[in-house]
């Protein structure tokens, strides 16, 4: 899917495009998460909605956010976030209904962010599906770059 030579943006999107294909998920993204800032900035996204829409460039409050919950233990994928992340006041915000993040980690073994995939109503994914996305957290951690990260 991703030639040697490409850069971390190339890989992502075109990873976030296919991974939101086989989920069904209306939006898929990569988030750098700076914990002393306590933010989480969404990197690069796909969305394949109007309806439910994560832009690009959007910065949230890592400690509101599902991936928090997700990274601190909580499950990788649900199917009802009302329920499964009551605390998360971004979930409630954007109305999030199923939600999968898996975290990232680069290369040098520092956490970096997530990647996920958000939808407004219930999706039901396959656990082979939920395993490639783990795998493919695993493989854009191993392309990044840590200077720009704390």
């Known amino acids: 899917m991703a030639?040697?030579?490409e850069d971390l943006e190339t890989v992502a999107r075109g990873l976030l495009q296919?991974?939101?294909?086989?989920?069904?998920l209306s939006s898929t993204y990569l988030a750098e998460t700076r914990l002393r800032e306590d933010e989480q900035r969404i990197l690069f996204s796909y969305?394949?909605?109007m309806i439910f829409h994560i832009p690009e460039g959007v910065t949230l409050p890592w400690s509101e956010a599902v991936c928090r919950f997700v990274v601190e233990g909580a499950p990788n994928y649900?199917?009802?976030?009302?329920?499964?992340f009551p605390k998360s006041s971004v979930a409630r915000l954007l109305e999030i209904r199923t939600f999968v993040s898996y975290p990232v980690f680069a290369s040098d073994g520092k956490f970096f962010g997530t990647l996920c995939g958000a939808s407004k109503g219930e999706v039901d994914i396959e656990d082979e599906i939920l395993d490639l996305m783990r795998e493919c957290a695993r493989l854009l951690g191993r392309r990044l770059k840590r200077d720009q990260n704390d």
């Not at 296919?18 to 069904?24: E, N, S, V, Y």
């Not at 649900?78 to 499964?84: E, F, G, Y």
């Open 47 to 49: 969305n394949s909605s």
């Open 3 to 5: 030639a040697a030579g």
């Open 18 to 24: 296919r991974l939101a294909q086989l989920t069904g």
């Open 78 to 84: 649900s199917k009802d976030v009302p329920r499964a």
